[in-house]
């Protein structure tokens, strides 16, 4: 048995009040505070349990449907779209990779195609200097004599080899992309007009017009020779008359050069894929020129784009005023 004693004092007197309880009392007590506390959390429990199911549902529903996408864009099963309606985290995940299943698709198609391309770009030279070769054997001279038959010779050979090279310097550009790349200082106006001059033989009957300021420039200077050779080599072979060059530092410091012509405007279809490699131009060229132009570019910080003006074409290439 518990018990208190109170004391209370009053105007009468003084009295004691004793209260007590039997310990059967405090067990019963006990056990119904520990009923009803049961149900209670019993309660919570199930209201907070169908909740978290529901909420887990919608987490997870989603992230499945995104996992089965994943595995078969891994097995290169990427013709069904990725498609989630949600505007939360989860379905700005799903927009993306929709996006890499676009670009892979893509990537894909260009792969399949650039098989086709090369193998079609390197036989024709190819079968071209075999037919002249038997012929020769033959005592037959396709040119009319053994000079000129020897010189398509040598051309297509000189075609092969450009080809090759070409396909050689994209791998090695893929393997900077991962790789630190050793700069130097160089004069970027000087290395144009280099660049041009061994142009201008090519085209004699173009006429070359140059406005470039005298402009530093930390860089790879074989890379950026390189980059310069596509682009000219693309602009001798469309430009009617004219090709202009600039080369002009910008106020928010960058460098800005333009190389215009005067050839035919570039169809939209071929300004989308203008700079991606294996793309055959306008005219059915190999398309990897100004793919690597575009790449080395891109490795010293800059942007190059490609618009039609009134009459003629403009390349134009952004670059950092100091790459370093």
Known sequence: MFYVIRRISSPTGTFYLLSYMWDSYRQSLVRTLFRQLSLVMGIVFVLSWIPAIILAQYLTKPLVTLEKHVSQIAKQNWEEPVVIQREDEIGRLAKSIDVLRNRLMRQNEIQQ???????????????????????????????????????????????LEKRNRDLLYLTKLDVLNTTNQSHDQFCLDELILEVMNRFQIRRKDVKWITDLESTNYFGDYEQWTVALENLFDNQVRYAQNTISISLKAQSNSQILIQVENDGPSIEEKTMKTLFEKFHPGMKGEFGLGLSITARIIKLHGGTISAANQ?????????????KS
């Open 113 to 159: 195609n650039s098989l086709q391309n090369i193998s079609h770009a390197l036989k024709t030279p190819v079968m071209v200097i075999r037919s002249y070769a038997q012929s020769i054997l033959d005592g037959i001279f396709p040119k009319g004599n053994l000079e000129a038959s020897v010189l398509v010779i040598d051309q297509e050979a000189e075609r």
């Open 310 to 322: 009134e009459r003629g074409v403009v390349f134009s290439i952004i670059i950092p005023a100091q």
